[in-house]
């Protein structure tokens, strides 16, 4: 069990503190080589010997990890002042991606958290339904049934193509997709080791980088024609329609900040919520006795499937796409105990504080009644569960994630049992910008009687 600053001195932002323990790590490179080779066992094993707050060394630079749901509390919401989007992460961020509302601070951000916020509002969100029921429904009327198929790459081309529907109105071909996706995939693939190739001189060679920037070329020329024709309909039902239609005092948002905006929003999109499908419905298909439990309330009447929502926020818990939050620290602060000096790189563990055996007994047990019994619920720590991260800055599209999470998973266990496929051990999770697998999550659907 992890020693939480439950056992340490109260957290007091005035206070000293302690420095952070570190676990012993190669020279030179510290523990990047773990890091980068997607190690969650090395982050758990520090973890459980060194506390729920430790520092690690990544070669040029010091990260400190918060696997603490109440220091975790402190950096996103009631210390939040203290904690910003700049440093070595958000700055390869911003190189990669551009400005969107995930990468962007202070005005910009305020100014069009303002204007996107109305899109994602419960109300805007019940319009798309129709969209997510029907590319959901055609998705499956072509799967591969009764043979063994990569789910994930399924789940994957599903959110695609459901993302690309919800923002631009229309169906792209598969094909023009996956394009798109690839390099969106392999430009914040890139986030994470550029964080570090940074402080490297800038002579040194960066394989792809050419090719990165090229694809990027193409999605910014393609996007910027829709953006143009959007423009001329005037109002439409697609997410980008309404973007470019949002205005406030200063006008409306410019060619390139709603480029910026559209490609952020399907790099959060997708890959997230396709991760979170694939995870879900393993974890489905590896406990019969659940799947059997959930078919029952999803063959029943009403609309209220509370053990659907327990079973979506288990899998979440489990296998948080996210990974981590990460933050620089603008100010001196102390959490858990621990002094952090300002500037220090700050990386918000959701997959350590969804395992911390304090609030989750038997972390590694896939239990969606943690989340139906209330007791237990106003016991934990409010950021326990954080999949979506907290405060200011909690993800914009959670309650989108959710309702295609809920709609995905009704229609494929109404026509289809997921059952696993035995080629040896089942896939790891493997540390990546976001969740991804060691091996393909290989699954069989079975038609429904
Ligand atoms: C299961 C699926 C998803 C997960 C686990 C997830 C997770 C997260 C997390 C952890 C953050 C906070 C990052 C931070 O504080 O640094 C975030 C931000 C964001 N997410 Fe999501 N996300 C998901 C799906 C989506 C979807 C479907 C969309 C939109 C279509 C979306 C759009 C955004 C946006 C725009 C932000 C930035 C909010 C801001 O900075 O104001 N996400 N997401």
């Known amino acids: 069990m992890p020693r939480g600053p439950s056992s340490r001195a109260p957290n007091d932002p005035n206070a000293e503190g302690r420095r952070p323990p570190r676990p012993k790590g190669l020279p030179l490179i510290g523990s990047l080589a773990s890091l980068l080779r997607g190690q969650f066992r090395f982050l758990e094993q520090v973890f459980a010997d060194e506390g729920a707050i430790f520092e690690l060394k990544l070669g040029p630079l010091t990260a400190l990890v918060v696997g603490d749901a109440e220091a975790a509390d402190e950096v996103l919401i009631t210390r939040a002042d203290r904690y910003d989007k700049g440093g070595e992460f958000w700055d390869s961020a911003r190189e990669l991606l551009g400005h969107g509302i995930g990468a962007s601070e202070g005005e910009l951000w305020r100014r069009q958290h303002k204007l996107m916020l109305p899109s994602f509002r419960r109300a805007a969100i019940s319009g798309y339904r129709g969209m997510i029921d029907e590319t959901v429904s055609s998705a ?11 789910f994930d790459q399924w789940s994957n081309d599903l959110l695609s193509v459901l993302t690309v529907r919800i923002l631009l109105g229309t169906n792209l071909p598969l094909e023009q997709i996956r394009e798109v996706r690839e390099s969106m995939s392999a430009l914040f693939a890139t986030v ?3 964080m570090v190739l940074r402080k490297l001189p800038r002579w040194l060679p960066r394989p792809g980088r050419g090719r990165l920037a090229a694809a990027r070329e193409r999605v910014d020329n393609a996007l910027m024609a829709v953006i143009a024709d959007k423009r001329e309909r005037g109002p439409g039902e697609d997410l980008l329609s309404m973007l470019v239609n949002a205005t406030d005092e200063a006008g409306a948002m410019s060619d390139e900040q709603l480029r910026d905006e559209a490609i952020f929003i399907y790099t959060a999109g997708f890959e997230t919520t396709g991760a979170s499908l694939a995870w879900t419905t393993l974890l489905l298909a590896q406990h019969p006795e659940l799947l059997a439990a959930l078919r029952e309330e999803l063959d029943g009447d009403g609309d209220d499937k509370p053990l659907l929502r327990a079973c979506i926020q288990e899998g979440l818990r489990l296998y948080p796409p996210g990974v981590m939050v990460p933050r620089r620290a603008v100010a001196d602060d102390v959490l858990g105990g621990f002094r952090v000096k300002a500037g220090t790189l700050v990386l918000v563990y959701s997959w350590l504080i969804h395992r911390d055996p304090r609030w989750w007994p038997s972390p590694a047990r896939f239990d969606p009644a943690r989340f139906m019994d209330a007791e237990a619920a106003r016991a934990r720590p409010r ?15 959670k309650g989108l994630a959710l309702l295609e999470l809920e709609r995905a998973l009704t229609q494929l266990l109404t026509r289809f049992t997921p059952v696993v496929v035995d080629d040896g051990a089942p896939p790891q999770p493997r540390m990546s910008t976001t969740l991804k697998s060691d091996k393909p999550i290989r699954l069989m659907l079975r038609r429904r009687a």
Request: with cysteine; hydrophobic share 50%.
């Open 383 to 397: 950021l326990a569960w954080s999949p979506f991260g907290a405060g200011q800055r909690i993800c914009l599209g």
């Open 140 to 150: 499956l009327d072509a799967v591969k049934v009764d043979a063994p198929i990569e």
């Open 192 to 194: 994470l080791p550029e």
